[in-house]
Nanobody, 124 residues
Framework: QVQLVESGGGLVQAGGSLRLSCAAS????????MGWFRQAPGKEREFVAALTRSGSRTYYADSVKGRFTISRDNAKNMMYLQMNSLRPEDTAVYYCAAKPHWYLITRTDDYDYWGQGTQVTVSS
């Protein structure tokens, strides 16, 4: 059983940056591929980014490609999402998620473990 806790959200102006963190406990962190998702008010949860167990391979949604960077530190059981050039449409609750295998990585319902989410608000 893996527990995930996100942090680092907040209010930022458009064009600004934030770094989200996801702390994992209760499992073997490097046994899981990790993902970031987000959910805006009135919308479905959507895929943002994912990376493999080693962190050597990453994948991004088109909407964040070139602006966001996903990374992990297996020694610290941590995952990160560096968000630059933020836009008002990036406003959402951001969730980290984990599962064992690198397939169907954009599908919300394929992840086994979820954090509680952290709010990101980008003002125009």
């Amino acid at each position: 059983q893996v527990q995930l806790v996100e942090s680092g959200g907040g209010l930022v102006q458009a064009g600004g940056s934030l770094r989200l963190s996801c702390a994992a406990s209760g499992g073997t962190f490097n046994s899981y591929m990790m993902g970031w998702f987000r959910q805006a008010p009135g919308k479905e949860r959507e895929f943002v980014a994912a990376l493999t167990r080693s962190g050597s391979r990453t994948y991004y949604a088109d909407s964040v490609k070139g602006r966001f960077t996903i990374s992990r530190d297996n020694a610290k059981n941590m995952m990160y999402l560096q968000m630059n050039s933020l836009r008002p449409e990036d406003t959402a609750v951001y969730y980290c998620a984990a599962k064992p295998h690198w397939y169907l990585i954009t599908r919300t319902d394929d992840y086994d473990y979820w954090g509680q989410g952290t709010q990101v608000t980008v003002s125009s």
